[in-house]
């Protein structure tokens, strides 16, 4: 193994995402340990066991616990071992960043990473060639204590490229604009800023922006001139969310009950919202949106709203999850969905929202709308809680949409193979000039297609 060049060596190394397994070979063989230095990114996590076994080390004083090389010590060494480094991986897996407060209350800082005395001891060495950087934090030591991360790293990274922080308490504060960077993504941070100002200032070329979980703000305002894809989850308060984008292309934003919601995205060609209902709602006309996902508590409330848009071509609606068997209570019709959108030729119903459709069935009503030549596929989520029921509402839509061609139908895992096998062949024997695709589905799983049955 000594005699292994080292271009191939090298190469063996930089093939490894974990650089707990580079320590490993370094120690294992000479020729690893040798060409270690040329390696350019560090990333490496703390898990739960070694983050038992530290605790154990401050309560016992046993050899064995005293054999616990401190986390951040490590990632020193690692750092202070590479000549040039790109990229900067540090954090918690995810079962430590379960670890709630109320199960151990942990003052200590020896796991955070957010810390400004710690983050001064290395990043300054990196600094000069860093593209990308993660930190994932130590929720139970990070969330009562102020890091002034990120004016240090607009401070130190002026080739920044991407930066994403978890699980801390972050500053704004004194941030120096950092025009290089165009991948942004803080998830579950807390901010104590009124809203994104500093934020949107500080990074005016983003691309590509991730705020998942972002809370303390009360006046959030998105303003970014060069933004192409966001995704924004907002917590359970009440806000007034603003987004403004000229160049976006791709949107998924998720959120309860927000006090007002204004978008203007002109560019927009990809939307996903999700939100149970919104006091004030303001979309800007969309010029390009082509494939939306709405999902809603109150989806006909939400498709009232919705100004009239002729683009859009992909359409999924979904509502907030149910139990099994729920009867629906916002009256959701298939009319509305054309006549707020109306040339789609390709629509996804999610199972809650198929089931509220059934509910509301009735044929009267689906024999007045037009026979809907645009659809050409169609896909829906079926539980089969009353069979003939959704026979007669699946059997309402086909009879309507002369012009389908490709139908996928999803049934639900729990429903017996007897009852199943006779809904398919029904629907394939009254339809044999449709492409059917028939699937199982199950929340929280991925969809199983069905080959043969």
Known sequence: MDKLPDDIALYILSRLDDSADVARCRLAWKTFNTVSPELRSINIQCSLERYIKSRSKLSNSSSSSQSVTPFKTIFLNLVSKLRVVDSVCIGTEKPLRNVSYDDVEDENDDLYLTHGDFVKEWLPRVCGRLKSLSISDFWIQSCWRRSDLLPLVSAYCHNLLELEVKNAWLSVENMNPMPMLTTLTLEFIRLDDEDLNM????????????????????????????????????????????????????????????????????????????????????????????????????????????????????????????????????????????????????????????????????????????????????????????????????????????????????????????????????????????????GIWREGMEVSWITNW
């Open 199 to 438: 934020l949107n200032k500080s990074f005016p070329n983003l691309q590509v922006l991730n705020l998942v979980g972002v809370g303390g703000l009360k006046l959030p305002k998105i303003n970014l001139l060069n933004l192409k894809t966001c995704h924004w989850t907002v917590s359970n308060a009440p806000l007034s969310l603003t987004l403004i984008t000229p160049t976006l292309i791709t949107l998924r934003l998720e959120c309860i009950r927000p006090t007002s919601l204004y978008i203007e995205a002109p560019m927009l060609s990809h939307l996903h919202l999700a939100l149970d209902h919104a006091d004030s709602f303001t979309i800007k006309k969309f010029q390009n949106l082509k494939t939306l996902w709405l999902e809603s508590l109150y989806i006909r409330s939400l498709l009232l709203k919705f100004p009239f848009t002729k683009t859009v071509e992909n359409l999924t609606v979904d509502s907030r999850k149910w139990e099994r068997g729920a009867v629906g209570f916002s009256k959701f019709t298939l009319e509305k969905v054309f006549t707020v959108f109306p040339n789609v030729n390709s629509l996804c119903i999610n199972s809650s929202l198929w089931s509220e459709l059934e509910a509301c069935y009735d044929v009267d009503s689906w024999e007045t709308w037009d026979r809907r030549k645009g659809l050409k596929t169609f896909c829906a989520y079926l539980l089969l809680v009353d069979p003939l029921l959704t026979f007669s509402s699946v059997a309402s839509l086909l009879d309507q949409c002369v012009g389908l061609v490709d139908v996928s139908l999803l049934i639900h895992h729990d429903v017996v193979a007897n009852v199943s096998k006779s809904f398919i062949l029904r629907c394939t024997s009254r339809w044999p000039e449709v492409n059917w695709k028939w």
